[in-house]
């Protein structure tokens, strides 16, 4: 009970901030355009990212990548159980206070529109990895049971997908979410600020991070492959959506008219 009155309570407080007068609207902009930025994220590159994805899970389990990836983890025990502090903590925090860092953080509204950006990459890409897991089904790869030395994980059982509808976890599974959460706000700031390299070398060292991390106690190695490919596409399609309303609102000009006859307020587009 009482963390659903901090939730609400939050919740309150982000809204009232967002109302005001010096902030750009929140709510209608994290939903600007995003039906045809959901529809982007598969037709981006003619939807090579997802081509590649899948053939490179494939690839990654018939020649043993994945289930020796698993190996390496399991043997490193401590090593394993420590990548849960970025992966499965800031991994799941970071989608919600990055962007709204950037967008309570700052006066700058070009700022406070990068940070909104980011809160709708973040959205589709959890949005778009939870409807994916929930037809593949993939089964994880239990890295702490078979940390335990659990006879039911001592043999390849990565090519094991359960496909239908909500056959397997909507958490961990095929792709994965974390990653392509990370990667899609790290690519969508990447492409609203092309020239900062900073923030290029920032947004890889972030996913990176985070990837490597949900391999270790989560994922298939080609889950975090295809989540970073899933992320690209969500990431750029968001990216060049908000950089053209960016530059959109940076070419009007307002001016006066007045007329002998007529006098009024002029807004060229």
Not at 184 to 206: E, H, R, V
Request: proline letters at 4%; charged letters at 15%; one cysteine or more.
């Amino acid at each position: 009970m009482l963390k659903r009155h901090a939730f609400f309570l939050t919740f309150l407080f982000f809204f009232s901030v967002s109302q005001a007068s010096e902030r750009i609207p929140l709510w209608e902009n994290l939903f600007y355009r995003i039906g045809q930025n959901s529809l982007g994220t598969f037709t981006y590159a003619y939807g090579a990212p997802w081509a590649l994805g899948i053939g490179g899970t494939y690839a990654m389990i018939e020649s043993g990548v994945d289930w020796n990836w698993n190996r390496f983890c399991v043997r490193h025990e401590t090593l394993s159980l420590w990548a849960s502090l970025p992966g499965g903590v800031v991994g799941t925090l970071a989608p919600v206070a990055l962007p709204l860092a950037l967008y309570l953080g700052s006066d700058n509204k070009e700022i406070q529109l990068a940070g909104i950006a980011m809160g709708q990459a973040a959205l589709l890409a959890f949005g778009t990895t939870t409807v994916i897991k929930a037809f593949t089904g993939r089964t994880p790869p239990h890295v702490l049971d078979a940390i335990d030395n659990d006879p039911k994980y001592q043999e390849d059982y990565s090519d094991k997908f359960r496909f239908g509808f909500v056959r397997g976890s909507l958490i961990d599974g095929w792709p994965s979410g974390h990653t392509a959460t990370a990667v899609a706000m790290a690519t969508t700031l990447i492409t609203l600020y092309p020239d900062n390299s900073w923030i290029l070398a920032g947004g890889i060292l972030y996913s990176a991070t985070i990837g490597i991390s949900m391999s270790f106690i989560a994922h298939w190695a080609s889950d975090i492959f295809a989540g970073m490919l899933t992320g690209i596409a969500i990431g750029r399609t968001v990216g060049k959506s908000f950089a053209q309303m960016r530059d959109n609102n940076k070419e009007k000009k307002y001016s006066f008219m007045i007329t002998p006859s007529y006098a009024g307020f002029s807004l060229k587009f």
